[in-house]
């Protein structure tokens, strides 16, 4: 009776450790198969002042990500860091305000109709409008109208 209980003991270790190991590889398959950030809901977009006289200061401003103002002088950035936190107005969380002397537009900087192949959007804030920039070499920079 000891030998048929250390076999059956010896079998559920083996059981039990194999389904361990067999859950440990599909979690390594799982994390690695997602290793793009949007797959949890990671979305950064970056604004650059690209006024073109390149003289102007451009103030942005989306109330919907943290309410702030942010002044950036020819040539300055801002990023902000979405992880998939939905606004509490249930607004588009990246709806923003784009300002400078004599000029005021609003410009929604992620639709995902528009940027679905976007982890990291980059736009370039212009006088004409804001242009994304594409790692496509067959579409390196798309220009759009202000809203």
């Known amino acids: 009776m000891n030998i ?3 076999i059956l003991r010896k079998g559920a270790t083996m059981g039990i450790l194999g389904k361990s190991v067999s859950f440990l590889w599909v ?8 290793n793009n950030s949007r797959v949890f809901g990671q979305l950064i977009i970056e604004v650059t002042n690209a006024l073109d006289n390149g003289s102007l200061d451009l103030t942005v401003a989306c109330p919907n990500i943290d309410g702030k103002s942010y002044l950036l002088h020819p040539g300055g950035f801002h990023e902000w860091i979405n992880n998939g936190a939905v606004t509490e107005s249930g607004g588009p969380p990246f709806l923003c305000s784009f300002q400078w002397k004599g000029a005021s537009h609003m410009f929604n900087m992620y639709v995902p109709s528009r940027d679905n192949d976007c982890e990291e959007c980059h736009w370039y804030a212009k006088e ?3 242009c994304r920039v594409y790692n496509r070499p067959n579409k390196p920079t798309i220009c759009s109208k202000w809203d």
């Open 27 to 34: 979690l390594i398959l799982i994390v690695s198969s997602t």
């Open 4 to 6: 048929v209980h250390q």
């Open 128 to 130: 004409t409008g804001p």
